[in-house]
T-cell receptor
Framework: KNEVEQSPQNLTAQEGEFITINCSYSVGISALHWLQQHPGGGIVSLFMLSSGKKKHGRLIATINIQEKHSSLHITASHPRDSAVYIC?????????????FGEGTQLTVNP | EPEVTQTPSHQVTQMGQEVILRCVPISNHLYFYWYRQILGQKVEFLVSFYNNEISEKSEIFDDQFSVERPDGSNFTLKIRSTKLEDSAMYFCASMRGYTGELFFGEGSRLTVL
C-alpha cells in the first residue's frame, strides 16, 4: 500500500530553536511536496523536491531517495511558523498526478 | 501574485441537497484537482482534470460527484445529494505542468446538516 508517514505528530518549540520534521514513504516517488496549512485551513506549497536539497529563507528541505525519507528544517523558529506542516508525495507507477498526503505535523512555537 | 480562488468559503446545506463548489485556477495552468479534508483527518485526493476530462479519480469520487470546466476559467465540483459524511473542507488546486508546483485555493468548508 502506498503510504506516507510523518513524525512527530505534534511539536512544541521555543522561539529560536531549530526544528526538524520527518517524512517517510513506502515506495518510489516522482516528487515530494512540503506544504504548510494555516490555522484557518488554507494550504501553501513550500517546496517540491525530487532529489537533493532546497532552501528558502529559514526553511530547508532535503530528500534521500534511497532511504525514502525527507526532512523539513526550520532554523531560528518564530511564533509565526506555528502551523501544520504536511508532506505529500506523487508515487511512481501510477498514470495520474495525484498526491498522497501524510497526517501532518502540528508545530507550535512559543515566544 | 496569481492565485487559485474558491467560492464559497463556507456553505451550510441540508442533507440531500445539491451543492456546487467553484474554483478559478491560475490562468495558464493545465492540471486541476479537487482534494478534501474531513475535520481532524488528512487531506484526500478526489479527482484530477486535464485536457477537459477527468484524468484520475479516487474511490471517494462516486456517482454523487461530478466536475466541470464550463467556460475555460471556472472549475466546479458538484455533489448531487449531500450526505452528512460529505462535511469537509474542499480544496481546489492547479498546476501548470505535470511536474510543476501545486497551488491550492483557500478551501471551501462544507457543512451538511
Amino acid at each position: 500500500k502506498n503510504e506516507v508517514e510523518q513524525s512527530p505528530q505534534n511539536l512544541t518549540a521555543q522561539e529560536g530553536e531549530f526544528i526538524t520534521i520527518n517524512c517517510s514513504y513506502s515506495v518510489g516517488i516522482s516528487a515530494l511536496h512540503w506544504l504548510q496549512q494555516h490555522p484557518g485551513g488554507g494550504i501553501v506549497s513550500l517546496f517540491m523536491l525530487s532529489s537533493g536539497k532546497k532552501k528558502h529563507g529559514r526553511l530547508i528541505a532535503t530528500i534521500n531517495i534511497q532511504e525514502k525519507h525527507s526532512s523539513l528544517h526550520i532554523t531560528a523558529s518564530h511564533p509565526r511558523d506555528s502551523a501544520v506542516y504536511i508532506c505529500a508525495v506523487r508515487f511512481q507507477g501510477g498514470s495520474g498526478s495525484r498526491l498522497t498526503f501524510g497526517e501532518g505535523t502540528q508545530l507550535t512555537v512559543n515566544p | 501574485e496569481p492565485e487559485v480562488t474558491q467560492t464559497p468559503s463556507h456553505q451550510v446545506t441540508q442533507m440531500g441537497q445539491e451543492v456546487i463548489l467553484r474554483c478559478v485556477p491560475i490562468s495558464n495552468h493545465l492540471y486541476f484537482y479537487w482534494y478534501r479534508q474531513i475535520l481532524g483527518q488528512k487531506v484526500e485526493f478526489l479527482v484530477s482534470f486535464y485536457n477537459n476530462e477527468i484524468s484520475e479519480k479516487s474511490e471517494i469520487f462516486d456517482d454523487q460527484f461530478s466536475v466541470e470546466r464550463p467556460d475555460g476559467s471556472n472549475f466546479t465540483l458538484k455533489i448531487r445529494s449531500t450526505k452528512l459524511e460529505d462535511s469537509a473542507m474542499y480544496f481546489c488546486a492547479s498546476m501548470r505542468g505535470y511536474t510543476g508546483e501545486l497551488f491550492f485555493g483557500e478551501g471551501s468548508r462544507l457543512t451538511v446538516l
